[in-house]
């Protein structure tokens, strides 16, 4: 039988980081096993890739405190790149109850020592985007090491570091089954055979739910449909934009190559392994998009080019971090709630420091447990996008 001292499962941008810090941390036989032909074939290859430290929450804040600062160092690190693109993410608010929600998010970040986010008055936001209809927007806040990266490079900077120091990645490998031996290691069922290790992190994505039934735990983590829609080059919005958000509805947009991306996150959406993309999203975009932006309504999209991925949605928007003290040895990393991307490095960072030295300095992870749901203790993050 194979063995390893941790095995994860999911090959993705969160088990690639985990699998990157530990063997930075001195772990050389970490076991990878990704059911797919191809790294990125789950969320990470469907991201917006926004990276953001303006959350509402102290663990959201200092999650994004230490991956932002990372991915701003990624190439000299890991002699990869990952893209970071540090133009900022601007929301506007078009309500006092909205800005007095930014103000308390302001203050929290500024506490938690985010040094780069600034309120920002309604007639700053229009004299560096005219093109924005600004009749209802009463101010915002803009962080301006807030930015983008490229998901699937970084995903592959984390695992071509962690394979050149010993790590190992198993792809068209599925993960069928889990097994507690009487001595405490698990037996992994997989298509390839059997794999023996005293550590097994979950880090299935949009998937995780039916891992952690393996070893019997229910994960409230559900699928949760998003769509992306391209545009086709668009020289009319400058392409040093941050991503801009309109609190009215959600609605946002970042450059991207010649043209934007557009999202928005529609409210009927249901849970469910949908990965289609509906047609009919792109005129209920488009009519957000002209409405913020007037000149968009000269956007041309190709619906060919837009694309549905799976948010790994949590009930209280945060992920589940940590070992599960009934299922010793059996680490969770999952329900990123739409911010596995811009947590990757921390997630990585914690989960590496748990493993390898039982705690970690970086987050209270009490505060992620997977217990928080069973004891009431959940944690609502309101900045989702
Ligand atoms: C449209 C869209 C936009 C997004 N935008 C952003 C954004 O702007 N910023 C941000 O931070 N996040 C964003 N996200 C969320 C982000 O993409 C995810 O949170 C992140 O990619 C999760 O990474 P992961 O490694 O946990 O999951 P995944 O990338 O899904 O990887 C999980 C892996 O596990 C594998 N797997 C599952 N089950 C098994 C099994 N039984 N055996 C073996 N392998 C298995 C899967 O094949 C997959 O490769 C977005 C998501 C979507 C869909």
């Given at each position: 039988m194979e063995t390893a001292d941790v095995v994860i499962i999911g090959a993705g941008i969160v088990g690639s980081s985990i699998a990157y810090h530990l063997t930075a941390g001195g772990c050389r036989n970490v076991l990878v096993l990704e059911r797919e032909s191809a790294q990125?074939?789950?969320?990470?290859?469907?991201?917006?890739?926004g990276v953001r430290a303006q959350f509402s929450t102290p663990v959201n804040i200092q999650m994004s405190l230490y991956s932002i600062p990372f991915y701003a160092r990624f190439e000299e690190r890991l002699g990869h790149p990952c893209g970071y693109r540090p133009q900022?993410?601007?929301?506007?608010?078009?309500?006092?109850?909205q800005m007095k929600y930014l103000r308390t998010n302001y203050e929290k970040q500024i506490v938690l020592g985010l040094k780069d986010v600034r309120?920002?008055?309604?007639?700053?936001?229009?004299?560096?985007?005219?093109?924005?209809?600004?009749?209802d927007i009463i101010g915002g806040s803009f962080c301006s090491s807030d930015g983008f990266v490229d998901p699937y490079s970084a995903m592959i900077g984390f695992m071509t570091w962690a394979c050149e120091h010993a790590a190992r990645l198993w792809k068209n490998t599925a993960v069928t089954g889990i097994h507690r031996e009487s001595g405490g290691a698990y037996s992994i069922e997989t298509s390839r055979g059997m794999v023996s290790s005293a550590k097994v992190v979950n880090c299935a994505g949009a998937w995780?739910?039916?891992?952690?039934?393996?070893?019997?735990?229910?994960?409230?983590?559900e699928p949760l449909?998003?769509?992306?829609?391209p545009t086709e080059p668009f020289d009319d919005f400058p392409h040093t934009a941050p991503m801009i958000i309109d609190m009215s509805n959600g609605f946002h947009f970042r450059p991207e190559s010649r043209g934007f991306l557009l999202a928005w996150n529609d409210p009927e959406e249901t849970p469910g392994y949908k990965t289609d993309f509906e047609p009919g999203f792109i005129e209920k975009i488009l009519?957000?998009?002209a409405?913020?932006?007037?000149?968009?309504?000269?956007?041309?999209?190709?619906?060919?080019?837009?694309?549905?991925?799976?948010?790994?949605?949590?009930?209280?928007?945060?992920?589940?971090?940590?070992?599960?003290?009934?299922?010793?040895?059996?680490?969770?990393?999952?329900?990123?709630?739409g911010h596995g991307v811009m947590h990757a490095p921390a997630t990585g960072k914690i989960l590496a420091d748990i493993i390898l030295s039982g705690k970690t300095e970086l987050i209270d992870t009490s505060l992620l447990s997977l217990s928080r749901f069973a004891e009431?203790?959940?944690?609502?993050?309101?900045?989702?996008l």
């Open positions: 990125g074939k789950g969320s990470t290859g469907k991201s917006m890739g900022g993410y601007l929301f506007c608010a078009t309500s006092a109850a309120l920002i008055s309604a007639d700053e936001i229009h004299n560096d985007f005219p093109q924005l209809r600004a009749d995780a739910a039916s891992v952690a039934k393996m070893v019997g735990i229910d994960l409230p983590v449909r998003r769509m992306l829609v009519t957000r998009a409405d913020r932006v007037p000149i968009f309504e000269n956007l041309a999209v190709n619906p060919k080019r837009a694309w549905a991925g799976l948010y790994e949605m949590t009930p209280d928007h945060h992920p589940i971090l940590g070992e599960v003290p009934e299922v010793p040895g059996f680490y969770l990393a999952n329900g990123f709630s009431g203790r959940m944690i609502e993050e309101t900045a989702v």
